[in-house]
Nanobody, 131 residues
Framework: QVRLVESGGGSVQVGGSLRLSCIAS?????????????MAWFRQAPGKEREGVADIDVSGDTTYHADSVEGRFTISQDTAKNTLYLQMNNLKPEDTAMYYCAARPGNGCPTRPLSGLFAYWGQGTQVTVSS
């Protein structure tokens, strides 16, 4: 099991940048600790479905970024700090949403991050981009 806590959201103007962080606290159940997870960022705007923005596998060698954020957002992780990041540059009004960190046990990630495939979720951090 893992507990996820996001931070770093806020309000910025068009073209601005933010870096989201997600600290993962792993704990044991019956003496078993799962150490390998696919980590992902999702977002959900009011009235819209939750969208997979980016994911990264346990090695950090394989990442996915949605077409809508490709070239502007970058997912990364610091395994020593158990922290996942999402660097967001050149923000647009359509990036306004609640952003969630999610985790899925396993070495690899699914072809695309779909919310139903991730078992653990943070509480979310709001990003608002104004023009």
């Amino acid at each position: 099991q893992v507990r996820l806590v996001e931070s770093g959201g806020g309000s910025v103007q068009v073209g601005g940048s933010l870096r989201l962080s997600c600290i993962a606290s792993r704990y044991t159940i019956s003496g078993y600790t799962a150490s390998n997870y696919c980590m992902a960022w999702f977002r959900q705007a009011p009235g819209k479905e939750r969208e997979g923005v980016a994911d990264i596998d346990v090695s950090g060698d394989t990442t996915y970024h949605a077409d809508s954020v490709e070239g502007r957002f970058t997912i990364s992780q610091d395994t020593a700090k158990n922290t996942l990041y999402l660097q967001m540059n050149n923000l647009k009004p359509e990036d306004t949403a609640m952003y969630y960190c999610a985790a899925r046990p396993g070495n690899g990630c699914p072809t695309r991050p779909l919310s139903g495939l991730f078992a653990y979720w943070g509480q979310g951090t709001q990003v608002t981009v104004s023009s």
